[in-house]
């Protein structure tokens, strides 16, 4: 970044979205940066063209939401969303060793020099996307809106929290980007939002708010982009109370294979299991032999834990 010319931001976000500075983000700044993003899907294409489609101001004068149309060579076209920040020089030598890849280009305002950066990592701008959900604020942008929406569990979850609460951001980066509120919010950022009611958004909160199964997040609220055209939200972020765990649950099945096969590696194979199992279709039905339960600890347990949450779960979804 050092040898790169930095954008003159002496007006703020405007000045980021003139058109000589847009032409160079879009042409420039944005696919070198794209490429370098876990949740970017098209890595196994050739960028063709980057268009900033939608930009709405937060409450900070330095960082705003926008849409981006990704166009790939072959015709495939994704919209991504992708908060925007502007860091003042004190950060900037945090930032780069920090998340080097969260970095979109050098800014210079007056005397003073600094990033622009992806918002998720500007604690300034998470406080702004959460208040925008904590007081169902509604922003607009340059073709549409932007629409905090506040669920019915908010005050539940915050408790006796007092609002800015401490941020954070989720170590495991996927298609989305998780941001986290002290101890009892977290935020999803859906990065390819798309058109229509958002899946984790619909069943979370018909869960949350019409029926009584507890055993989810529970919804908190969530962030909509509204067209100026008969297009259908977009659903740019959710908000659910913050659950702690210790780990997942695939990781753990796997912990608990490998122990299992440590334990069964030292022992000889029983010369009756064959037939004391019987045929295939009732060996579900029976218990799991002595050495089968001692050998998997509580894990048999905890599948049948599993199966009847998961029967709860459907139960609820089926409430009418």
């Known amino acids: ?20 500075n847009r032409h160079r983000l879009e042409s420039h700044d944005l696919p070198k ?52 920040a502007m860091t003042a020089s004190t950060g900037v030598e945090g930032l780069e060793r920090t998340a080097p890849n969260m970095v979109i280009a050098p800014i210079i305002a007056g005397r003073t020099s600094g990033l622009l950066c992806d918002g998720s990592y500007d604690d300034r701008t998470c406080q702004s996307l959460f208040s925008l959900v904590e007081n169902a604020t509604e922003i607009r942008a340059n073709h549409g809106r932007i629409c905090g929406v506040r669920g019915k569990a908010f005050s539940m979850v915050l408790g006796n929290r007092q609002p800015p609460l401490p941020v954070r951001r989720g170590s495991a980066e996927q298609s989305n980007t998780s941001i986290l509120y002290g101890e009892g919010f977290i935020l999803k950022l859906f990065r390819r939002p798309e058109a ?70 030292a022992r000889q194979f029983p010369q009756q299991a064959a037939r004391d199992l019987g045929g295939e279709d009732d060996t579900s039905l029976k218990p799991p032999s ?25 139960l609820a979804l089926a409430t009418p």
Request: with cysteine; hydrophobic share 40%; aromatic share 10%.
């Open 1 to 20: 970044m050092k040898d790169t010319i930095p954008i003159n931001a002496a007006m703020g976000w405007e000045a980021i979205l003139t058109d000589e």
């Open 290 to 314: 002595s050495f089968a339960a001692s050998a998997l600890g509580g894990y048999t347990d905890s599948a049948a834990l599993l199966g009847r949450r998961t029967a709860e779960l459907h």
């Open 33 to 84: 940066f794209l490429v370098k993003q876990r949740w970017f899907a098209g890595k196994s294409g050739i960028i063709e063209s980057v268009r900033l489609v939608e930009w709405a101001p937060l409450e900070a004068s330095h960082s705003f939401l926008s849409l981006i149309e990704v166009r790939l060579q072959g015709g495939a076209v994704d919209m991504y969303l992708l908060p925007l």
């Open 196 to 265: 229509g009611e958002n899946p984790d958004c619909e069943i979370g909160r018909y869960l949350t708010e019409n029926t009584r199964f507890e055993r989810i997040p529970p919804f908190a609220g969530m962030l909509l982009h509204v067209g100026r055209d008969s297009s259908e939200p977009r659903t740019l972020a959710m908000l659910q109370g913050l659950v702690k765990n210790q780990g997942d649950g695939w990781t753990w099945s796997l912990e608990e294979l490998r122990r299992y096969y440590q334990i069964s590696a």
